[in-house]
């Protein structure tokens, strides 16, 4: 077999080994996926890693301590080889390369051939490793050697290695970063005064009989010394000139911290607005379950404020900034941004940590928006859609909602309620605003629990101090014959079915009652059959 073919096969090999694919996921989550939890505590142990070995390295200067420093600084420099291997081995897909120089070759007619597609491989490498914090990672091995007493300088690539694992240091890297254009213009305005005052000073001081400059190298300190305006006051000018020459240099120096404080503020406020969204996508990580509510206006503020007191997870998003500092004020995760964009949806977890999307804008447009998103990023999360008008419901419901709410026709419907029935009206409000303390919940019937196949007139629901307002059905239960149902997307709705009605596991219990009551039926009965001796339950 030829080197051509085993490198394909390798190649070939590796793209379709589950096993290596996931090695190389659980390795780029634990290094680079800002969202990571494992990332989060490797970032934490490497932090601790590293100001630990400097520490020592600093104490050792003067101090003896023995045969456990050196084992101690060669396990961190075994950790920062094998991270620094790692992370180049992630930087690029090799086996990729190769299959994209095999098949190029392929469809053109050439001739694979080998060594240069392994150069092709190596140069990416070789892209890896000039990058600055793989040159940081690189020269914080060095320190570690220690019969070259001089590479104890490098000592500070170890803390530089703290920009990689702290979030704050790395976001405040990235200012610098993007401000390098205007850092650039005002280095260099500041080397041109420096330099020019610095050569000035030297010209007018240099030939006095005991000069405070005696040197270049000395004009240069003082003119750094006081364009920073700190001032030691240890180099004095003795002429009139010279003096000018400090005076204006003074001035300047005013002028440029205040330019460099206006660049460094201004990219720090630019900067505010993505460290929080950051934050808000780590606290998302850490959620199961939980729900995405598009738009903070009215309704999204009532859905929002009853998602916080059930305690139910969630996040809001909208357009409008001010409405996500509102909902940020009242103690609640909010990014501000557009739901149409795949990424913000990605970051945000959309079909891993969150599973429900509430589209709420006043926009009818932009709720079919969202819900097209949304239906395409993930074909398993529930989507309910606010729609104002009539003709929008088809469409959100073709676009992929699963339920589609008119709120504007409901409070008609309560408001003729109200005008024809004022009690029943009251009642229902009640139980929707808990007012009074009385909730509409679901019981969810799980397999082998104690309700799975128990007829509904066998449960003293009034004994338990609860009302059954209806069970809800899959389509892939069977039906009950003898009840009035309604028909619902994907299940059907028994009103206040009759006592006959046998309940099957998946169903749902609609049960009206105060809370504590029916925490206890949850607690009591909604949960599966425990092994062995069987609870007996009376009701």
């Given at each position: 077999m030829t080197l051509s073919d085993t490198l394909i096969r390798s190649a070939y090999w590796l793209q379709a080994s589950a096993r290596y694919a996931g090695v190389k996921g659980f390795f780029r989550r634990l290094l680079i996926?800002?969202?990571?939890?494992?990332?989060?505590?490797?970032?934490?142990?490497?932090?601790?890693?590293?100001?630990?070995?400097?520490?020592?390295?600093?104490?050792?200067?003067?101090?003896e301590l023995g045969l456990w420093a050196d084992v101690f600084e060669a396990f961190v420099v075994t950790v920062f080889i094998i991270e620094y291997l790692l992370r180049m081995w992630l930087y690029s897909d090799s086996h990729q390369v190769l299959i994209e120089q095999w098949e190029h070759a392929e469809l053109v007619g050439l001739r694979f051939r080998p060594v240069s597609a392994l150069w092709a491989v190596i140069k990416q490498k070789l892209a890896y490793m000039v990058t600055p914090m793989a040159i940081i990672d690189l020269l914080a091995i060095l320190p570690g050697y220690r019969p070259l007493r001089f590479l104890r300088i490098f000592l500070l690539f170890r803390l530089l290695k703290l920009f990689r694992y702290a979030r704050n240091l790395a976001a405040f890297g990235q200012v610098l970063l993007e401000k390098r254009f205007e850092l650039y213009t005002l280095s260099i305005f500041v080397g041109s005064v420096v330099l020019i005052a610095a050569v000035a000073?030297?010209?007018?001081?240099?030939?006095?009989?005991?000069?405070?400059?005696s040197s270049l190298m000395d004009a240069v300190y003082w003119a750094v010394i006081t364009?920073?305006?700190?001032?030691?006051?240890?180099?004095?000018?003795?002429?009139?000139?010279?003096?000018?020459?400090?005076?204006?240099?003074?001035?300047?120096?005013?002028?440029?911290?205040?330019?460099?404080?206006?660049?460094i503020v201004m990219a720090f406020h630019e900067k505010m607005s993505e460290l929080r969204d950051n934050r808000v996508f780590s606290s998302v990580e850490r959620m199961s379950g939980a729900t995405l509510v598009c738009g903070y206006g009215r309704i999204g503020q009532v859905v929002a404020a009853r998602l916080a007191a059930s305690r139910a997870p969630f996040?809001?998003?909208?357009?409008?900034?001010?409405?996500?500092?509102?909902?940020?004020?009242?103690?609640?995760?909010?990014?501000?941004?557009?739901?149409?964009d795949i990424a913000l949806l990605a970051n945000l977890g959309l079909g891993h940590q969150v599973s429900r999307v509430l589209c709420l804008t006043h926009d009818d447009v932009s709720n079919v928006y969202i819900t097209l998103t949304?239906?395409?990023?993930?074909?398993?999360?529930?989507?309910?859609?606010?729609?104002?008008?009539?003709?929008?419901?088809?469409?959100?419901?073709?676009?992929?909602?699963?339920?589609?709410?008119?709120?504007?026709?409901?409070?008609?419907?309560?408001?003729?309620?109200?005008?024809?029935?004022?009690?029943?009206?009251?009642?229902?409000?009640?139980?929707?605003?808990r007012a009074k303390g009385i909730h509409l919940e679901p019981v969810h019937v799980s397999p082998g629990a104690w309700l799975d196949a128990r007829r509904v007139g066998d449960i003293d629901f009034a004994g338990l101090h609860l009302m059954l307002f209806g069970v809800i059905r899959p389509h892939t239960s069977p039906v009950a014959d003898g009840q009035e149902r309604y028909e619902l997307r994907d299940a059907h709705f028994y009103f206040n079915p009759k006592p006959e009605l046998s309940l099957h596991a998946h169903d749902v219990l609609m049960l009206v009652g105060h809370q504590a009551s029916l925490s206890h039926f949850k607690e009591r009965f909604g949960q599966r059959r425990s092994s062995g001796k069987g609870r007996r339950s009376h009701i």
């Open positions: 996926d800002p969202r990571s939890r494992r990332r989060v505590l490797y970032d934490s142990v490497m932090i601790v890693l590293v100001l630990t070995s400097v520490f020592l390295l600093i104490y050792e200067v003067r101090h000073m030297y010209l007018f001081e240099a030939e006095q009989v005991e000069p405070a400059v364009i920073t305006t700190v001032g030691y006051g240890d180099i004095v000018p003795q002429t009139t000139e010279g003096r000018i020459v400090a005076m204006v240099l003074v001035f300047a120096g005013i002028a440029v911290i205040s330019f460099a404080t206006s660049i996040v809001v998003v909208d357009r409008n900034p001010e409405a996500v500092e509102l909902a940020h004020r009242q103690g609640f995760l909010a990014v501000a941004g557009d739901v149409t949304a239906r395409q990023a993930s074909q398993d999360i529930l989507i309910i859609s606010r729609a104002n008008k009539t003709e929008t419901v088809r469409k959100l419901t073709q676009a992929g909602a699963n339920h589609v709410v008119r709120p504007y026709e409901v409070v008609g419907h309560m408001a003729a309620e109200f005008i024809g029935q004022p009690v029943a009206f009251d009642a229902l409000y009640d139980v929707i605003t």
